[in-house]
């Protein structure tokens, strides 16, 4: 399921916050008004509207939130700005929700697994001196590699680079 106005929201308030217009926090907040059904990007994965929901959603504001500190209140100029290449890739994920294509990668959660740690599994990261968690690094990592392998991931969200050359 496509849900283009909520893409357009979401790919609008990627923009602002990507260049500088508004702070972390105003996107949250705007995301929370507009897109997310009044969630936290990094705790949409809890609602029940993200388990039926257009498929880019989720990894969009996955990657949002890796974009910003949210402990404390800024926006992306400065020593914050973001590299060039983020904003490539940035601009690519603003086109991809603009557009009417569905999002055809599976899904694949880059999020730090400490994140969703149990009790248990931060009990076992502190007996194991660490190890359990970077265990868990190490088998994220190679998941990504593999999820890479599915398709071209240099035009994810994409998953085909369009020859927009005329023959």
Known sequence: MIDLE?????????????????????????????????????????????????????????????LYDDTRNHKLKGTDKLSNESLKIIARCILFLQSEQEYEWPYFNANNPLLKFSLGEIIITILSIGQYYRDKRKEQEIAFAEFKKLGNFEVWPFSTKINTRNN
């Not at 790919?11 to 926090?25: E, K, P």
């Not at 009044?38 to 609602?47: D, I, K, T, V």
């Open 6 to 66: 909520r893409r357009k929201k979401l790919a609008l308030h990627l923009r602002h916050l990507s260049v500088g217009l508004i702070s972390n926090d105003d996107f949250e907040e705007n995301l929370m008004d507009d897109v997310t059904h009044g969630w936290l990007p990094e705790q949409y994965y809890r609602s029940k509207q993200a388990k039926s929901d257009d498929e880019i959603i989720q990894p969009m504001l996955e990657l949002c939130w890796g």
